[in-house]
Every structure is written in C-alpha cells, then in structure tokens.
C-alpha cells in the first residue's frame, strides 16, 4: 500500500469525522493520531533498518499538505513530529527509532523559549537557549521554560536544547521522555497554534536525563537546528500553510 493510499484511508476514517470537534473545543486529536501510527505514517521517514517507510521531506510535507486540508491541528502536530524525527534518524537512539516506525511513539520540539515573534520559528528563537544543563556522573540536569511546544503533553518525547556542557557558546539537543519526572504542562494551553494541537509551554525545574541521552556532539546542536530542524520546519510550515488555503475535499481524501 503506498503512503497516500494509507493517508486517504486515514483521513476519511479517523481525522475528518473528529476535525470540527478538535477545531471547536480544542481537543487532541489523539485517535488521528493513533491512526496515523498504526497505518505507518508516523514512521514515514524512519529508515527501513528500523521498520520505517525510508521517505523523506517532500512525503512528509505531502502528508502535512493533504492533512492540513482536514485538520490544521493534525498538521501542526505532524510538522513537529516529522522534523523532530529528522534529528532523531541522526542521532536517536535503535529503540526509539523503531518505537516511531511501529506507530508507538509520537516526537515533538522544544526548542524555543523566547515567545515573541510570529507564528513561524525563527532562526534566533531556535538558535540561543537559555535552558541550563549540569551534570552530575551519569546524569544531565535540564532547567528551562519551553514555548509553544506542540504535542505538549501528549507526545512522547521532546528533542530539547541547552546550551553545552562543556563550551561558553553554543547549544546541545537532547531527547527528553515526555514522562521524565518534574516536567510540568500547564492545564490551559497556550493561544499560539491552531486548537487541538496541544502547543503550549513545557517547564523542566529541572529534568533529569541520562547522558547518552544527547542527540550529536556537546555544543554541535547549531548546526543540526541550521541543517536540519529549520529547513524541515520552514518545508513542513510552507505545506501546511499551502494545504489549509486550498481546501478541496475530494483531493484531500484521495490518494493519486
């Protein structure tokens, strides 16, 4: 079965009849989202090594484009998986790659913390963190507050910046589980993003993490955010954009 095949069925069994609700009331649109798993969308650009379907930007941004025609929350929510994923396919660990690619695991980015500015990420938002990270033998202190995160509470990870362990400039990345203790999501979610996707602020005082839990070399996340997370989010943004403003349901259920 090919993606689109896959994405058309989901789309008309499991995101167009909950759309108007999560619109509405702002609800997770958490059985799209299961769907998406179990049909293998989610692991989309996961490598063949590890269960996945080994596409890459333009499948994803097409699946973004025709899910946005339907859902903007469910969008939004695989925009941030897909280029979180992008980060995780370089340096995540088997385990959670294989998780993603069997449908059980949903990625998101945590990466602003000044939330001034627009709707799109800029390149100064996701390049100066102040979240602070100690350690401590095997264990990495994580101090901050994270904006309009996606999926917050609701994904199960986050790739999360600081800045370094070992340099005065700079910024690391790290895959922290959603379920780490003392990472705490506010019960009313933030305005930005569309309702229903969750986006809202994630506050770590502090999660602790193991060390192996780095995602790329000490002080090297600058040039995966430059390389990979900004042209991943800029594509994924422009798709999503592009397929809210061109509604036309028999193509957004169709598979072509």
């Given amino acids: 079965m090919s993606y689109r095949t896959a994405l058309a069925a989901v789309l008309a069994r499991a995101v167009a009849p909950c759309a108007e609700v999560t619109g509405a009331e702002g609800r997770f649109p958490r059985g799209a989202v299961t769907a998406f798993g179990a049909t293998g969308l989610l692991g989309l650009t996961v490598s063949t090594e590890f269960g996945g379907a080994g596409l890459g930007l333009p499948e994803a941004a097409d699946v973004v ?16 998986h897909y280029a979180a994923v992008a980060v995780i396919e370089s340096y995540g660990s088997p385990w959670v790659r294989g998780e993603i690619a069997a449908g059980r695991h949903l990625g998101s980015l945590a990466l602003i913390e000044d939330d001034t500015g627009g709707e799109q990420e800029t390149e100064a ?17 994580l101090r901050a ?15 999360w910046s600081s800045r370094p362990l070992g340099m005065p400039d700079g910024l690391s990345l790290w895959g922290v589980p959603a379920h780490a203790p003392d990472l705490y999501v506010p019960a009313r979610p933030d305005a930005a993003g569309p309702p229903g996707s969750a986006t809202s602020t994630v506050f770590a005082d502090p999660v602790l993490v193991p060390s192996d839990a780095r995602l790329g070399p000490d002080g090297g996340g600058g040039d995966l955010v430059l390389g990979t997370v900004l042209p991943w989010l800029f594509e994924l943004g422009a798709a999503a954009s592009t397929g809210a403003h061109h509604f036309t349901p028999a193509d957004s259920l169709a598979p072509s």
Wanted: net charge positive.
């Fill in 65 to 80: 484009a025709r899910t946005a025609r339907v859902c903007p929350a469910t969008a939004a929510v695989l925009r941030s």
């Fill in 125 to 141: 938002q996701l390049l100066m963190p102040h979240c602070t990270a100690v350690r401590s033998g095997g264990v990495v202190a």
């Fill in 145 to 159: 507050r994270k904006c309009r995160v996606v999926a917050a509470g609701e994904a199960d990870s986050y790739v």
